[in-house]
């Protein structure tokens, strides 16, 4: 990107939608990848739901773009590029299907707490400069984002106690 | 790493633990790089304290893996080595001290956030596996991870309330 000087909040605000914007978008082009490895139906299916929240979040953010007036724009993002780059290492290994499940929520988790984390500074540098409609909006996600983390515990308790992991549980 | 098939419990929880202590000792590398930079005084300690409970949080690590009567060892993890990468990045930019430091509170958390993923998993299999006294050690950093994040918001806000941040705000 070009060179600016960052000096006000809002410089700050706008290089961190732009980083959120690009996360989502390598997101998008990750899960398919996740949903077709994963075994268990319930993940499978968590999956395919996340990918459809996760296109409207994009969505949502062009349209926080178009609220502050300015352009829809990704500035690269190299956690998101590594937090993807580790779940395609995790998809090369020898795996039972067990472990490639339990693996899979784990780095689905690590994904929904590294959006936390992006959403929560969003909204909070949202709210101190009083843009209160796109706090409303970076809240919805980030709820959304937290709710997906709380699906996939769920989703892991699941998998372990009854069906799909038990068998690994005493290997 | 050598090929295997990972199979049991045991097996993505070992590789789990190998992986955050590759995080550790990255974050370890990473810290000293982020105080010299941070400029609010409360900000520049916050890091050195967290500095040393990383320390400290690697060491117990290792005591998790005596514990399982296993050989410490790291796996190279690129998600922890592209969040670093993103500060660096953040770190050449022209920004101004209060844009700096907002920057840096903000990439700090979604280290904190990630590490918190990293160590909820890590907590969840080693109850199912019954390791109590891992458990214990585990859950320990988790708390001090979760301590950190929220001191981070603490300081972020008193940042913006107090003085640091707030002539950027307006501006």
Known sequence: MKSQTYSSLHDVFLLKLQSLYDIE????????????RATYPELKSG?????????????RLEDVFDELGEKSKKVSVDAIRGLIKDVSWLLQQK???????????AAAQYIEHYE??????ALAWAEEMGHDTIADMLQETLDEERQADETLTVLAEHAMNEKALQPMIND
């Open 25 to 36: 978008s390598e997101i998008i082009k990750a899960l398919p990848k996740m949903i077709k």
């Open 47 to 59: 999956f395919e739901d996340h990918l459809e929240v996760t296109k409207m979040q994009k969505e």
């Open 95 to 105: 795996m039972t299907p067990e472990a490639r499940d339990a693996s899979l929520i």
């Open 116 to 121: 936390i984390a992006g959403y929560g500074t």
